[in-house]
């Protein structure tokens, strides 16, 4: 039978029109991000003046000063973080900055790194369990986990860590989701040139860290990952920014906090250009504690006895989320509504057997709450 062309194509306009028309852009897949130990203070006013001219932690104040200072706080945080606010800001929305009262929190009380990627992955604070940063398989199940185990879901979710406690935080064993963290390397026998060579590389460079890997690694496993295995649900743990704030090294801190502004903006035009993830896709970015700020020296640490490490942020920018920017009212959010609104956008219900905390309803336009 020959099919009339005209037909044909009036059939097709129809048929697009209709898709168009009859529904909202809806979130399809989902890019979780966190960035360890990087503190609101310098998301939200850029790098600090005192830090950088304080020579124990900041020995090339000339270089640091003209990357990253300017007198103008708008202008010097987007000199830091130019994907926050330079494409975040515009499309997205970020939570946290205290100076409009505006509050995101860490509900559990420990304030390091294993109960923050818990209360962010399992959206509840496990005081009782989760004490310490030891390689312990996680007692509960993670949003990561339970949308796993979801039909259409299944076998699309994946992650990505510098840390090498991931692989435990995310109960590799009993989810089965494949885990690269650490100085593991990219394992199967269809890698690509690009995974060999960062395999070689990694073997080749020493990290500054016995547990931790330089996040350009992590990085572009993850990238090499989601453009051979497309995931519907990705999840990448940057870690350096809060290694080199350990050990003191504020013009690292800085250079690491930039670079992975450029990996997440790398991250995004990926997924802007590709068809099937191209405004289909929600990205979400927080970090798993706060740090200290007074007494000076305190930024460096974080754990319950710092004043303020419990102090967290939150990005979000999607298809289903209003352009809002920077959120500038008063307002109190919580670590453990992450996961439930991870969730939310990918129209699962999350239920597992321990509470969690609410959806971020701000922060989906669409979704009917
Ligand atoms: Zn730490």
Redesign the pocket.
């Known amino acids: 039978m020959v099919i009339n062309r005209k037909v044909l194509m009036l059939l097709i306009v129809v048929l697009t029109a209709s898709g168009l028309y009859a529904r909202q852009p809806v979130t399809e897949n989902l890019v979780l991000i966190t960035l360890?130990?990087y503190r609101w203070q310098e998301l939200f006013s850029g790098v600090d003046s005192i830090l950088m001219e304080t020579v124990e932690y900041t020995r090339n104040p000339d270089e640091i000063r003209q990357r990253f200072w300017s007198q103008d706080p708008l202008e010097r945080r987007m000199k830091l973080n130019p994907f926050f606010w330079g494409v975040l800001a515009a499309h997205g929305q970020l939570y946290g900055n205290r100076k409009f009262d505006n509050r995101v929190d860490c509900s559990n009380s420990m304030w390091?790194?294993y109960p923050g990627y818990n209360e962010i992955l399992s959206g509840y604070a496990d005081d009782a369990r989760i004490t310490s940063n030891n390689k312990i398989n996680n007692p509960n199940v993670t949003v990561l986990e339970y949308l796993n185990q979801q039909p259409k879901l299944k076998g699309k979710v994946a992650a990505f860590g510098s840390w090498d406690v991931f692989p435990y935080i995310i109960n590799r064993e009993r989810s089965g989701i494949p885990v690269n963290a650490g100085f593991e390397l990219a394992l199967g026998n269809k890698l690509s040139d690009r995974e060999k060579f960062l395999n070689e590389l990694q073997l080749q460079i020493p990290s500054p860290w016995s547990s931790v890997r330089l996040d350009a690694f992590t990085h572009h496993y993850a990238m090499a990952y989601l453009k051979k295995n497309k995931p519907r649900v990705i999840y990448i743990a940057y870690g350096e920014t809060?290694d080199f704030a350990?050990d003191g090294n504020y013009s690292a801190y800085l250079k690491s906090a930039w670079q992975t502004n450029r990996f997440i903006e790398d991250i995004w035009n990926f997924v802007q250009a590709t068809p099937g993830y191209s405004n289909k896709t929600t990205m979400i970015i927080t970090t798993d504690h706060g740090r200290g700020e007074m007494p000076l020296e305190s930024w460096r640490h974080?754990g319950k006895d710092v004043e303020g490490a419990g102090q967290v942020w939150l990005a979000v920018m999607g298809p289903e989320t209003d352009a809002r920017g920077e959120v500038n009212e008063s307002m109190q959010l919580f670590q453990h509504q992450i996961a439930q609104t991870v969730a939310a956008f990918l129209r699962v219900h999350f239920a597992p057997a321990h509470p969690t905390g609410n959806v971020i309803s701000s922060a989906i336009s669409s979704v009917t709450r």
């Open positions: 360890d130990g390091f790194s809060d350990h974080h």
